[in-house]
């Protein structure tokens, strides 16, 4: 049963930083593409940032200038590195893989594009 495993979350003053990691119990990262989203209490869940396989960046506008997302070498971990947080960033956030197949690109930003979620893992910014 394939897994992503997130971690990372917790509270933060605003105007802190916090940096998610995401890595998959049974395959790497190479033949994937990952996104990461948030879902925030009564709101609908939202795509923030994507990186393909070839390793181009897509980013919400939300988010934009903000949150970097990251690889390490081997593609076994993707990183979310979050700064500048605010209030509107409080959420669960999660992340999300689809494999082999990549994602259509205007549709990165979709929940229905990935097959691998992680549980999610909270965010508070006060």
């Known amino acids: 049963h394939v897994q992503l495993v997130e971690s990372g979350g917790g509270s933060v003053q605003a105007g802190g930083s916090l940096t998610l990691s995401c890595t998959a119990s049974?395959?790497?990262?190479?033949?994937?593409?990952v996104g990461w989203f948030r879902q925030a209490p009564g709101k609908a869940r939202e795509g923030i940032a994507g990186?393909?396989?070839?390793?181009?960046?897509y980013y919400a506008d939300s988010v934009k200038g903000r949150f970097t997302i990251s690889q390490d070498n081997a593609k076994k971990t993707y990183f979310l590195q979050m700064n500048g947080l605010n209030v509107e960033d409080t959420a669960m956030y999660y992340c999300?893989?689809?494999?082999?197949?990549?994602?259509?690109?205007?549709?990165?930003?979709?929940?229905?594009?990935?097959?691998?979620w992680s549980p999610g893992t909270q965010v508070t910014v006060s």
């Open positions: 999300a893989a689809i494999r082999p197949r990549p994602w259509l690109v205007d549709k990165w930003h979709e929940s229905g594009e990935y097959k691998y």
């Open positions: 990186i393909r396989r070839d390793g181009d960046e």
């Open positions: 049974e395959f790497t990262f190479e033949d994937s593409d």
